[in-house]
């Protein structure tokens, strides 16, 4: 026997002019890809604590700009020789100014606490790690901005001309980059005077080859997009076009890249400054200070410490910021 469902009114209802309101609905807010990125930034915590602690590294080391001149890291003074660090009157092992028990800042009569102690000059390290940090950041600055003005338009002008052009420019690429880097650094040395430019410039000049390849091969994928073809239609000019389209969405591209070439160029620099390439005296950087540390190490090893750390504090910051980024600007990145 069939049962037979009886419907009655109450069992109906009816559905809204605007049903398809809530499936049109946008949940979350509207973000400009710069807020996007940022966004994702803070969610990383690593990068996002590596960001502030270059923040900070930057803002300490150019503001002791007025006290830590060339002029006072190259002061000596031997009744100052060998001081340990001491943090005031803070009973902190190692920081307290004592060396096996002895309070070597009483001995010499020293009422000064000197932070990061005093090499075999006598000279303040503290003061000498802050104008050092300095220099190291400005030589890895001169070597991105080369990489933004030079190799970013060099890349540009490669991708978007293309054909011959493009294959020319290339050829130079490859050629730049078979000549090792060193070679490139003796050869500045030998002509001009060793010291800041020298080296800057030397970083600048091999620097700039990666940022022109990986700015080539973006432009090559986004001259073909619909928008840059519109723009031609209507008759921009190459460098409206490069400037108003090519620019913003390089940015990503060119930031990301910028992270890992300031801490490649900083490192190259102690490097050579470590092996006696690098900045002459009395001027100091981190590597300098890691060379005449490490003379020292078996008698007084926080003179070779002390500019080791600072080095990789900034090294891993920069590079942790640096994957931190990629994954930022990469918008295929999940929540």
Do not use: C
């Amino acid at each position: 026997m069939d049962n037979k469902i009886q419907l009655t009114v109450a069992d109906f209802e009816f559905t809204p002019a605007d049903q398809h309101a809530d499936a049109e609905y946008i949940s979350k807010p509207s973000l400009t890809f710069a807020q996007d990125a940022w966004r994702r930034l803070k969610k990383n915590k690593g990068a996002f604590v590596s960001f502030w602690i270059i923040l900070a590294i930057f803002v300490v080391a150019f503001g002791s700009m007025p006290f830590a001149t060339q002029k006072d890291v190259a002061r000596q003074d031997v009744a100052l020789q060998n001081l340990p660090p001491k943090l005031g009157a803070l009973p902190i092992p190692g920081l307290d100014g004592k060396k096996d028990g002895e309070d070597l800042y009483k001995t010499a009569g020293v009422k000064k606490s000197y932070f990061f102690g005093t090499d075999q000059f006598g000279r303040d390290i503290f003061k000498r790690v802050l104008y050092g940090t300095r220099i190291s950041l400005e030589v890895a600055l001169f070597a991105a901005m080369m990489d933004i003005f030079f190799g970013v338009t060099y890349g540009i002008v490669s991708g978007w001309r293309g054909g011959r052009t493009d294959t020319i420019m290339q050829r130079i690429v490859e050629v730049i980059s078979s000549i090792p880097n060193l070679v490139v650094f003796v050869l500045l040395i030998l002509i001009m005077k060793p010291g800041m430019f020298s080296i800057a410039l030397g970083i600048a000049l091999t620097s700039w080859v990666t940022m022109a390849r990986l700015i080539r091969a973006q432009v090559l994928t986004i001259k073909e997009q619909d928008y840059i073809l519109a723009a031609r239609t209507l008759g921009e000019s190459a460098f409206k076009i490069g400037t108003k389209h090519l620019v913003p969405n390089l940015s990503s591209t060119i930031i990301v890249n910028l992270m890992f070439t300031i801490p490649s160029a900083i490192f190259f620099e102690a490097l050579l400054s470590f092996i006696g390439l690098g900045i002459p005296v009395p001027m100091a950087s981190l590597g300098t200070l890691m060379n005449d540390g490490q003379k020292a190490f078996q008698f007084y090893p926080y003179q070779l410490i002390i500019p080791a750390i600072i080095l990789s504090v900034i090294m891993i910051a920069f590079n942790l910021l640096g994957d931190g980024l990629r994954d930022a600007f990469d918008p295929r990145t999940k929540d």
